[in-house]
């Protein structure tokens, strides 16, 4: 799933493509895309672009009338430029077809995820903030607040949309890397300088993020948006060495994510038991990755 870094990106880039450019033609194909019914989408058509806006993992078009078009990608959404007209095939979605080109939505695989909400006024837009903070706008004081107001583990504190804006599971894994935290640590329980360091590897892991795909991107339009990204300390490489300390990166899997971390770096050598093989092995499960071998 694009994630604030993906975002950003994408954002910028539609930025110097049609802000200020006049939206002339929504096509939608996927009767599971429009998740509104009034207004329709029709009322965009003809309105220029005024502002673009990043609300958690959506991309906000907004255009004259205090209309805004609200693209969710989920997980396999991605959005694609074409200068010119743009004919609509059956791998696209949607098209969105301005004075000086197109952009156009794709989703891969059969689970259609993707939405498109079309919302009337910035109140109204607002309704759809889950509430998370960005992180670059709160001190480590209210950050301290936010992920100790409940005692949930860190993975699922720096994921939830309601704690923080934007972050998800690939990079949740790289924060928690660079911060030498285990994913199942208890937020309740990490010490003051340990919600420090934690604070300053969300701020730093996302800046760095954002500026490697900014000068990867250049002028282009990015079209190569994946959660496995070369240079990625942990997430998506199982059992690939770690760049810090060389132990293979571990996982943990449930439903169809997963979560990536270093024994070494982050749980004090501990393997953590992955639930699909830990069921399988029982007792037999390693308990460090020496044993792992």
């Known amino acids: 799933m694009p994630e604030l870094p993906d975002i950003t990106i994408y954002i910028e880039a539609l930025q110097k493509r049609i802000l200020n450019h006049k939206l002339k033609r929504v096509r939608v194909s996927s009767p599971f895309l429009l998740r509104t019914a009034s207004p329709p989408v029709q009322a965009a058509e003809g309105q220029e672009v005024i502002a673009l806006r990043r609300l958690g993992k959506r991309i906000c078009i907004g255009v004259e009338g205090d209309l805004w078009l609200v693209l969710h990608l989920m997980i396999a959404g991605r959005l694609h430029w074409k200068e010119g007209p743009l004919k609509l095939s059956k791998l696209h979605l949607a098209t969105f077809e301005f004075d000086n080109g197109s952009l156009a939505l794709t989703e891969a695989g059969t689970q259609k995820r993707a939405s498109l909400h079309v919302i009337q006024t910035e109140a109204g837009l607002n309704d759809l903030d889950p509430g998370g903070r960005e992180v670059f706008d709160i001190t480590l004081k209210e950050f301290t607040e936010i992920i100790q107001s409940e005692n949930h583990t860190l993975k699922r504190a720096l994921t939830d949309p309601r704690a923080l804006s934007g972050i998800g599971n690939a990079y949740s894994d790289e924060i928690l890397w660079r911060a030498q935290l285990s994913p199942i640590a208890l937020t309740q329980k990490l010490t003051g300088e340990e919600v420090k360091r934690l604070f300053e590897a969300t701020k730093n892991s996302l800046t760095d993020?954002?500026?490697?795909?900014?000068?990867?991107?250049?002028?282009?339009?990015?079209?190569?948006?994946?959660?496995?990204?070369?240079?990625?300390a942990v997430h998506g490489r199982y059992r690939e060495p770690c760049p810090r300390c060389g132990s293979k990166v571990q996982r943990i899997r449930y439903a169809t994510n997963e979560t990536n971390y270093c024994p070494t770096c982050q749980t004090g050598g501990r393997l953590l038991a992955d639930r699909a093989l830990s069921r399988l092995l029982r007792e037999n499960w390693p308990k460090t990755a020496e044993e792992l071998g």
């Open 209 to 232: 993020w954002v500026e490697l795909l900014r000068a990867e991107t250049g002028e282009k339009f990015p079209e190569k948006v994946t959660a496995f990204r070369k240079g990625m």
